[in-house]
C-alpha cells in the first residue's frame, strides 16, 4: 500500500526530532565506513542534510518511490571488501546478494541490477572472468538479471584491485507496509539465524590472525525467504533490516531512534555459532557489533510472533531463526541487552572501526 503524505510528513517531522549529531572529524576515517555510529553521524548530518528530501528521509535499505498503478524500491551498494574471494562467497556475490536483499527489505520483488566496476591496472583478467561468473551465478540463483552497467581502470595502486558498485530495482508489493515508524511496545524482535558469520570469516581469511577456525560468510538472497514471510504475516510484519555493516546491534539502534522506542535484547536468545562467539571472544569484539550478509531483522505484532518464526525456519536460510527480543515504549532510542547474567546493558552502535573492509 502507498504512503500518504501525512504519512511522509510524519517520517519527515520525527527525522527531524532525532538526536542532533555533528561530525567532529575533520578527515574521513575508515570508521567512517564501518557502518558503526561514525557512519551513521557522516550520512545524517553530512549526506542526510545536503540531499534532504521526502524520499530520503526514511533512511531505510532501499527508497520507494511511488509511480502509476505501484511503487519501485531502488537502492544501491559499494564493494570493497579485502580478500576478494573468502570462504563462502567473493566479491561479486556478495554484490548482487547484498543489493538484491536490500530490495527484499523494502517487500520488494528485485527485477534488475545494474554493475559498476573499478578496476585497477594490472589485475589478473582470470581472476575478473572468475567473479564475473559468480556475479552471474548469484544473479540467476536469486532469479534477477544484470541488466546494465559501467567498467572504469584505474592506475595501478589506486584501487585495490577491484571495487564493484550495484544497483538494483524492485516491484514493491502491494501488501507490504514496511517502515521503523509502525513498531509498537510490545513488538517482537525475530531473526533469521546466526549473528556475526560474514565479519569473522572476512577477519580470519585475511590471514593476519594464527585462527584456525571454520569459518564461511553466510552471503545468500533473500529474497525468496521475504517473500513467504510476508505471504504468511501480512501486516503484522512492522519493518524488515538485513543488519550488515555494524551488526545486530547497529540496526537495532537505528530502529528504535527512528521509531522512538526501546528496545530490549535477550542475550541468551541470540543464535551464535560457537566457531564465531569464539573469535570474538579472542578478539575482544561483542559479536552484535559483526555483519551478517545473509541474514534478517523482523520487527513484527506479539500475537503473529510465533508463526513467523515457524514460516522462518521452515526455510533453508532460516532454519536457526530465533525470537531474540522485544519492543518497549521506554527508554525511547536505546537498545538494552538482558545478559545471560541476570542484568542488563545498553547496547550503543559500533564506535570505532574493528572490521575495516568487510563488505
Do not use: W
Request: net charge negative; charged share 25%.
Amino acid at each position: 500500500m502507498s504512503r500518504t503524505e501525512d504519512e511522509v510528513l510524519d517520517v519527515i517531522e520525527k527525522r527531524r526530532r532525532r538526536p542532533h549529531f555533528k561530525v567532529m572529524d575533520e578527515h574521513i576515517t575508515l570508521a567512517h565506513g564501518a557502518g558503526g555510529r561514525s557512519s551513521h553521524v557522516l550520512i545524517e548530518t553530512l549526506f542526510g542534510r545536503a540531499f534532504d528530501n521526502p524520499l530520503l528521509a526514511p533512511m531505510a535499505d532501499a527508497a520507494t518511490v511511488d509511480v502509476k498503478g505501484g511503487r519501485l524500491a531502488f537502492s544501491t551498494d559499494s564493494f570493497v571488501v579485502r580478500p576478494l574471494v573468502f570462504p563462502g562467497g567473493d566479491i561479486g556475490e556478495l554484490a548482487v546478494n547484498g543489493t538484491v536483499n536490500d530490495l527484499a527489505m523494502a517487500g520488494a520483488r528485485p527485477l534488475a541490477l545494474s554493475a559498476a566496476f573499478v578496476l585497477e591496472e594490472g589485475f589478473p583478467v582470470k581472476d575478473l572472468a572468475r567473479i564475473a561468473e559468480s556475479m552471474a551465478a548469484a544473479a540467476a540463483a536469486a532469479g534477477v538479471p544484470i541488466a546494465t552497467g559501467d567498467t572504469k581502470v584505474v592506475e595501478r595502486g589506486n584501487a585495490d584491485g577491484l571495487y564493484i558498485c550495484t544497483s538494483g530495482v524492485g516491484l514493491v508489493r502491494d501488501d507490504a507496509n514496511l517502515a521503523a515508524e509502525r513498531m509498537q511496545p510490545g513488538d517482537k524482535v525475530l531473526v533469521s539465524g546466526t549473528m556475526g558469520d560474514h565479519g569473522m570469516a572476512i577477519m580470519i581469511a585475511r590471514g593476519d590472525l594464527e585462527l584456525e577456525v571454520d569459518l564461511r560468510s553466510d552471503t545468500a538472497p533473500l529474497n525468496e525467504l521475504v517473500e513467504q514471510l510476508l505471504d504468511a504475516g501480512g501486516d503484522a510484519i512492522r519493518c524488515l533490516r538485513d543488519p550488515t555493516r555494524g551488526g545486530l546491534a547497529t540496526v537495532l539502534n537505528e530502529l528504535a531512534m527512528t521509531a522512538e522506542v526501546g528496545v530490549v535484547i535477550d542475550e541468551e536468545a541470540v543464535p551464535l555459532r560457537p566457531e564465531t562467539n569464539g573469535a570474538c571472544e579472542i578478539l575482544g569484539i561483542d559479536p552484535l557489533h559483526v555483519a551478517n550478509e545473509g541474514k534478517l531483522v523482523a520487527v513484527v505484532a506479539p500475537e503473529a510472533a510465533e508463526e513467523l518464526l515457524a514460516v522462518l525456519r521452515a526455510h533453508p536460510l532460516g532454519l536457526e531463526s530465533a525470537i531474540v527480543g522485544g519492543v518497549n515504549a521506554e527508554p525511547p532510542g536505546m537498545v538494552l541487552l538482558d545478559t545471560a547474567f541476570g542484568g542488563s546493558r545498553v547496547v550503543d552502535m559500533l564506535a570505532g572501526d574493528p572490521l575495516p573492509r568487510i563488505c
